[in-house]
């Protein structure tokens, strides 16, 4: 069942509009649908993650937590409606104090009421954040980060200190409920209060993970002053809850931050140097520079550890003051019109499409059909028609200055799309070309190429 057959099936008639909304962290799609009412569709790939949100979200709105209201659900759970809750994150709010401290002391409502009667068995990928799911997130960090740094280590001494780290921190004998992702992305602000979002990968687990993830979310940049704060608001919220030692909770918090920092690192590593999100490759900056305040302090548990993330965090500040790159990523992709217009990773909702269809399509000639546009006899016959060098010098001139006007002015991202019937001859070597000759004009911006239908990904 799509989203727009469960809108008719909930409201008896057809959506007036379906709008994409910004793109999460996973593979989850979000839409706006417009009409008889206004709601939020998902779409996922993974029916038990939905169903864990699905059991959260009714578990906690009977809690009386402020969460989005289910409306419907398709019977294999792969999609569902839920209350719009708007555009508006407290991300975009970070300079309203009032709003991150009523958020801090919503947290602990979360974290202890609703641990009341909540069947963990249903929380997904797994019921509880124990020091098996510690080391998860350390070797996350290790292969999807430090390893792309080219640091070396010892692998039998990092692995002790990680040990170390999981036996300390995976020890939760309170029977609380652990956010997991809990970042100012994941709070909407409706009638200036807070509702909260995206928990669908929450457990059981410790109450620090969650203060943390807010707190040091790397892009959030809260000043030192303000986290105290805010530190303080939440402890005087959980005391309702449970008796807190500010002493030994602020020593504990400081190892959290330790290990969100690394997760976050992992996460930024996958999503951004692997999946090639510019979102995330943008964000490793303001990760590595929580980590080199954090470090100011060395951990005495883990001193193998602390001295591989300085070499680590050396490697990259050379590596950023030599390369004096662009903050700017153009995603340049070709694609087949039979399988969707690509979406865009970044959340600016699109930029240049191409149309290559209107061209001769070698993809007609028995001799081509297995070559793509990389290969020097598609090369060779497109160049032959003379068609493809016009087209291309057209888009030279849409793309090269929004390519310098985003640079000049600090924008992030660009993406630019060459399309085809299959994505495989004449938008394989349109988005080719141009990938180059953006790297060229401009070498100091970051071009990344897509080429979907082949699943090769290459940055130039």
Known sequence: MTLRDLYTKTYGVEPE??????????????????????????????????????????????????????????????CYLQEDLGDESLF???????????TMRKLPDFQFLGAQGLDFSKCYPVAEFDARCIMWDLNYFKYCFLNTTGVPYKE?????????????????DSDTFMYRDFQSRNVMIKDNKPYFIDFQGGRRGPVEYDVVSFLWQAKAGFPAALKDELIDEYIASATRYVEINPEKFHARLREFVLLRTLQVLGAYGFRGKFERKPH?????????????????HPFNEYPYLCSVLERMIASQTTVTETKNESS??????????????PDDPSGNGGGFVFDCRGMHNPGRYEEYKQLTGL??????????????????????????????????????????????????????????????????????????????????????
């Open 328 to 341: 700017l990523t153009v995603i340049v992709t070709s694609f087949s019109y039979k399988k969707g217009i």
């Open 17 to 78: 509009m379906i709008t994409p909304l910004t793109a999460a962290g996973s593979n989850r799609r979000y839409f706006r649908l417009t009409g008889e009412t206004t709601v939020v569709g998902v779409e996922g790939t993974s029916a038990e993650e939905n169903e864990s949100f699905i059991y959260l979200d009714r578990h906690f709105h009977a809690k009386g937590l402020p969460v989005p209201k289910l409306i419907a659900t398709s019977d294999d759970s792969l």
């Open 280 to 296: 995330f490759l943008n964000s490793i900056p303001a990760a590595i520079e929580n980590l080199c305040e954090l470090l100011s």
């Open 156 to 172: 039998d001494l990092l692995e002790h200190d990680f040990r170390t780290m999981a036996d300390r921190l995976g020890n939760n």
């Open 92 to 102: 975009n709010h970070r300079d309203n104090h009032e709003l991150l401290a009523e």
């Open 375 to 460: 290969d020097k006899p598609v090369i060779d016959f497109l160049e032959h028609q003379g068609e493809i060098q016009k087209f291309l010098d057209n888009c030279y001139s849409l793309v090269d200055p929004s390519v310098e006007t985003y640079d000049r002015r600090g924008f992030q991202s660009l993406m630019v799309s060459f399309g085809c019937t299959g994505g495989r001859h004449r938008s394989v070597y349109g988005a080719q070309h141009l990938a180059e000759h953006i790297k060229q004009k401009y070498p100091h911006v970051n071009v990344v190429l897509n080429h979907r239908e082949q699943e090769i990904h290459t940055i130039l």
